[in-house]
């Protein structure tokens, strides 16, 4: 008996596995997130191992753990770099005034029941990597930020059960960019 | 919402056959089955915290009709789950390794409902992450999660369950710390 339900269940849990690209679910997030007015630099900017920023969350624990989530940092951290470079295009023949050099990325989620029908995910995105100014000073940076989201998206869409873990991930991930930004806005004087 | 219903009675059902660990950090091979275990501290996640509080509060006010130890019984989680992780360890470690000390952050404690687990069934659960760290170095040696999941089906799920369940999840939760840090059953 309790074999027949554990196939059963196996079966079922597959059947409704998703591939999360948290990109995608945060731009479902549009307007959530406030972020501010974007203001170009007088920086050159360069942006150097960015594929380190791409990966798969691991997911802690048995809740969502069929689904997969995955993380495309690389291309909302270049996007908001290139919002303030100086000439957009994050490259300059002259060299850059400041290079972002990412060294490591990883991210985990967590989601857990919290009452008969409702859940909650936690995600923690953490990165590594080090700015370096034109005169060749390096300054070394770990970020680390969490978010906590209901687990269930939305009731009424479909296949959206853990579509909360993809939603605080890409909190999580929009807030460590944004410190990145911060930081290298610092080198605007 | 029958979706939703679905995938719940699922993940209950599944969570009867399994309780996953996930090694976040890997244990070096060096260390596999030769630390000693100094000291535990258990801390609530900022997850439940409020929710876990309210399980001890409660749990102080009314008692423990169970056949749970006289020491055990008014004790918090995070006081129970010392004793009980300390008292596993110490029964499993030899004592001859250098020191460790093991930082647990409980996530969730849930009991089954009743009425659910003869409807469609329900689960203990006892989750949270695992940090080992070198005593004397202060560094991290290993980080898992631990997901310790009983399903209770049907009157008889129930009666299979007995008393005492947040021991009983305290118990296997330190069985599989030692089955992390590699230390061999006695």
Known sequence: ?189 | MLRTFLILFVGFSISACVSPTQVVTPLGEEHKGVRNVETIEVAYGEFSKSKLVAIDLERKAEGDESDTPDELQYKSLKEAMEVIVTQHLESRDNDIGQNSHVEIEIDNLKFANAAAAILIGDTDQLAGTVRVYDTETKALLTEFYVDVLKGRAGLLGLAIRGSGVREQLSLEYADIIGDQLGFEDK
């Open chain 1, 1 to 189: 008996m309790n074999k027949a339900i554990c196939i059963i269940a196996v079966a079922t849990v597959l059947i409704s596995a998703c591939t999360y690209s948290v990109k995608d679910e945060e731009a479902k997030q549009v307007g959530e997130r406030t972020k501010s007015p974007i203001k170009t630099s007088n920086l050159d900017i360069e942006l150097e191992n960015e594929d380190t920023l791409k990966h798969e969350a691991l997911v802690l624990g048995i809740m969502c753990s069929a689904n997969k989530y995955n993380l495309d940092m690389a291309e909302d951290l270049r996007t908001s770099l290139s919002d303030i470079d100086k000439n957009g295009l994050l490259s300059d023949p002259k060299g850059a005034d400041v290079r972002v050099v990412m060294s490591s990325t990883k991210s985990s989620l967590k989601c857990i029941a919290t009452g008969v029908i409702s859940a909650k995910c936690m995600a923690k995105v953490e990165v590594v990597g080090e700015t370096i100014a034109k005169n060749g000073e390096a300054k070394s940076f770990a970020f680390s930020k969490s978010s906590i989201r209901p687990a269930i998206a939305s009731v009424s869409a479909p296949l959206t059960t853990c579509g909360g873990g993809a939603s605080s991930l890409a909190e999580a991930s929009a807030e460590v960019v944004d410190e990145i930004i911060e930081l290298v806005k610092l080198y605007d004087n």
